[in-house]
């Protein structure tokens, strides 16, 4: 089983005395430890992997760590903390680098009681900084899969047989399952835990800026960071890509094949240490087979299939599902607590749910704002499920099936074109998005259709993974 990777620290000293004691400190303490004596090797360094943490030194021959702190602040995104060091510090000088953004301050000759609470603290505040990220974003996802069902209990016992081998994972779903609430699971139940779990939605990702939003980018001095290093020592999570740029599909398959990576702009190789876990809520095996996916590809990242069933298979569970996003609505989004009656309970355990988990939030949260009085009746929820399914009826009545092939594709792209619109309350970016189109081509489909997104009636979205 493969171990996590300790925090990598990078200690730029121009002294080789402090270099080497920093150094058997850390690396007495369990970190991975990179030197560099001078500016333009800590660049280096910094260029070849990026650090968890920094410990600068300011008083260089080259450049100065101020300098060098500032540089690397205005110039970088995804920066690590940076820790400055010095021996001759004033109260000027510490101002200046906590306005460029350095954590803390130690003062030469250098404590190892002071050296090493820094460092805990700094990378403490880097995680935590990571999590609350991933928090605000994830405010109504459950921390584990929910259900006691025989289905979902066997799932979950599957996902950590998995977790314990660091291998490439496909995650395949309907819209709104729950692929990501499993692909978080297995990132728990990993030895990589304690590394981070970036998410990147890779549909729509083109061109230079697509490629730079995966595997960074760096122009000399100034590197910018992607989502494989944000993810460096954890698990990165790649959706919809069954929608992928061509290019980037190359560059997947040479990190993959190669177990490296270059930067958009780089020379030099970057080591990869993340585990790929994918998910696609399309039928993947037809993008395979109409070449919108390669197949070396499809192999490299479906070494382990998880398949995350729809909602109607494990409707045993809805009961249990419906109790904590109630408590989860009502805690963090501030509702009114109501609770159901037993005939409103039946009627959303018997209802089909197209939309998955993400549609029974979306219900759910109507049903309490729309809500009066302690108590949901059967009505209410009728009422609710009944707005969901008039959209629906509405696209598939408008389908006329005799007629030629290109007016059927015409009348099925404009149905499924408005439905997207009146899911994202017209946004032609949201939809662009989910759809995996290029906003600029979408937005000639919709001329073409004659589609207006502001006339686009507003439903409250139910997607998501």
Not at 134 to 157: F, K, V, W
Request: proline residues 6%.
């Amino acid at each position: 089983m493969p171990m996590p990777a300790p925090s990598n620290i990078l200690v730029v000293d121009d002294e080789v005395g402090i270099r080497s004691l920093v150094r058997e400190i850390l690396e007495d303490e369990g970190y991975q430890v990179d030197v560099a004596e001078d500016a333009e090797t800590a660049r280096a360094a910094r260029r070849n992997r990026r650090p968890d943490l920094i410990l600068l030194d300011i008083w260089m021959p080259d450049t100065d760590g101020i300098s060098l702190l500032g540089e690397w602040s205005e110039t970088n995104t995804g920066a690590p903390p940076v820790i400055m060091m010095s021996g001759h510090g004033t109260i000027e000088t510490a101002v200046e680098a906590t306005r460029l953004g350095a954590y803390d301050f130690l003062e030469k000759p250098l404590s190892t009681a002071k050296l090493l609470l820094a460092v805990r603290r700094a990378l403490e505040a880097a995680e935590l900084r990571r999590e609350n990220m991933g928090l605000r974003r994830e405010a109504l996802q459950a921390s584990e899969p929910i259900g006691r069902s025989t289905l979902m209990r066997s799932l979950r016992d599957q996902v950590k047989r998995i977790a314990e081998h660091d291998t490439p994972v496909l995650i395949t779903g309907e819209l709104g399952s729950g692929k990501e609430l499993f692909a978080r699971y297995l990132h728990a139940h990993s030895p990589r835990a304690p590394g981070p779990f970036v998410r990147l939605r890779i549909a729509g990702l083109t061109g230079a800026a697509g490629q730079t939003e995966i595997f960074g980018a760096e122009d000399g001095p100034i590197i910018q960071y992607g989502a494989v290093e944000k993810a460096n020592g954890g698990t990165l999570f790649l959706e919809d890509i069954g929608d992928m740029d061509p290019e980037i599909q190359s560059r997947l398959v040479t990190m993959l094949q190669e177990r490296s990576f270059h930067r958009v702009g780089g020379a030099e190789p970057v080591p990869l240490n993340v585990r790929i876990v994918t998910a696609s809520r399309a039928d993947i095996g037809r993008a395979v087979a109409d070449s919108r996916l390669r197949e070396d590809l499809y192999y490299l990242l479906n070494v382990v299939p998880l398949a995350v069933p729809p909602l109607r298979d494990h409707r045993e569970d809805i009961p249990e599902l419906v109790s904590y996003y109630i408590d989860v609505l009502v805690t963090r989004e501030n509702l009114p607590n109501r609770r159901l009656t037993v005939g409103a309970q039946n009627r959303l355990r018997n209802h089909s749910w197209p939309g998955n988990v993400r549609e029974l939030i979306n219900v759910l949260q109507r049903l309490l704002i729309l809500g009066s009085g302690s108590v949901i009746e059967l009505e209410a929820v009728e009422a609710a499920l009944g707005a969901t399914a008039e959209f629906e009826r509405r696209d598939d009545e408008i389908l006329e099936f005799e007629v030629p092939f290109r007016e059927a594709r015409e009348q099925f792209e404009r149905a499924y074109l408005e439905y997207r619109l009146r899911k994202a309350g017209g946004s032609v970016s949201k939809v662009a998005t989910a759809a995996g189109i290029e906003r600029t081509h979408l937005y000639r489909k919709l001329r073409g259709l004659g589609i207006d997104p502001k006339s686009s009636a507003v439903l409250s979205p139910r997607g998501g993974d």
